[in-house]
């Protein structure tokens, strides 16, 4: 099973930028589609954004447009690249594999259809 590993939160103002890795160990990236989700004090998890093991993304609604997931598979490695942040951004941020090796089409946005979560990465926006 492959293990997730994620850096790069940090404390930033609104209209800041981040850049948060998601670093695989154990099996390749290649073979994964890769979702990042978060969770808000109080709040369920939600999706963010998700890559396909294609290179397909998929974005929520509240970040589409200011989120960009990638994929470095040589580096074993997705990023996600956060501009003009929000405080309702503010949360830990986590990745996780599709449970689905080849999945065709774009990739899920169900928590259920990931696994091996990381530990996650602080993300802290403020006004």
């Known amino acids: 099973q492959v293990q997730l590993v994620e850096s790069g939160g940090g404390l930033v103002q609104a209209g800041g930028s981040l850049r948060l890795s998601c670093a695989a160990s154990g099996r390749t990236l290649s073979n994964y589609g890769l979702g990042w989700f978060r969770q808000a004090p109080g709040k369920e998890r939600e999706f963010v954004a998700a890559?396909?093991?294609?290179?397909?993304?998929y974005y929520a609604d509240s970040v589409l447009g200011r989120f960009t997931i990638s994929r470095d598979n040589a580096k074993n490695t997705v990023y996600l690249q956060m501009i003009s942040l929000k405080p309702e951004d503010t949360g830990v941020y986590y990745c996780a594999a599709d449970k689905l090796l080849y999945r065709p089409g774009l990739p899920p946005a169900a928590r259920n259809d990931y696994h091996s979560w990381g530990q996650g990465t602080q993300v802290t926006v403020s006004s």
């Open positions: 890559i396909s093991w294609s290179g397909m993304t």
